[in-house]
């Protein structure tokens, strides 16, 4: 019974790093080469930028932004990040957008400030694991997989005490 235990807190511990090790990854190796990490949370631009998929941005200053360059933007409402082409430039940093070149525009214009960068690469399915995460069963059943991963190192520690332990 013990060695299962030992066993289980094995896998747990792998599992647990495996998982930690990723979603640290996916979140910080792209900024590592000036990529900014973003998850895409709507299917408008389903074609180059499907849903679940990571697109990673760099900076650009407003001056650097030109017609039909594909933006990546934060949504100031749920914080999800979508990807739009520039149709065309309005006063005090607005950005006329629509979700492809043949499309028609979106109704109101984006602003600069809510523009986290240049759509530079997608990676599909990659960005799920990020908005998993985001969501309340996401984070609970992680802090779950902690607190089961801890209670189970808890037990084989101290069984293993109680097996050195003379009596």
Not at 38 to 59: E, F, I, R, T, W
Not at 141 to 151: C, M, P, Q, T
Not at 154 to 161: G, L, M, Y
């Amino acid at each position: 019974m013990e060695k299962l235990r030992e066993r289980l807190s094995r896998i747990l511990f792998l599992f647990v790093c495996i998982v930690s090790v990723a979603l640290i990854g996916i979140s910080l190796l792209p900024r590592v080469f000036g990529y900014i990490p973003c998850s895409v949370h709507d299917d408008s631009m389903q074609a180059d930028y499907p849903p679940g998929a990571l697109v990673l941005a760099k900076p650009v200053a407003f001056s650097q932004i030109a017609v039909e360059d594909v933006l990546v933007f934060q949504d100031p409402d749920t914080g999800g990040c979508f990807v739009r082409m520039v149709r065309a430039f309005m006063p005090n940093e607005y950005l006329v957008t629509a979700p492809a070149l043949d499309v028609s525009v979106d109704p109101m214009a984006s602003p600069y400030k809510s523009v986290v960068g240049r759509a530079m690469r997608c990676i599909p399915f990659l960005g799920y694991p990020s908005i998993w995460l985001h969501t309340l069963w996401g984070k609970a059943i992680l802090a779950l997989l902690y607190i089961i991963w801890i209670a189970v190192e808890i037990e084989v520690r101290s069984a293993s005490k109680r097996r050195e332990t003379p009596t």
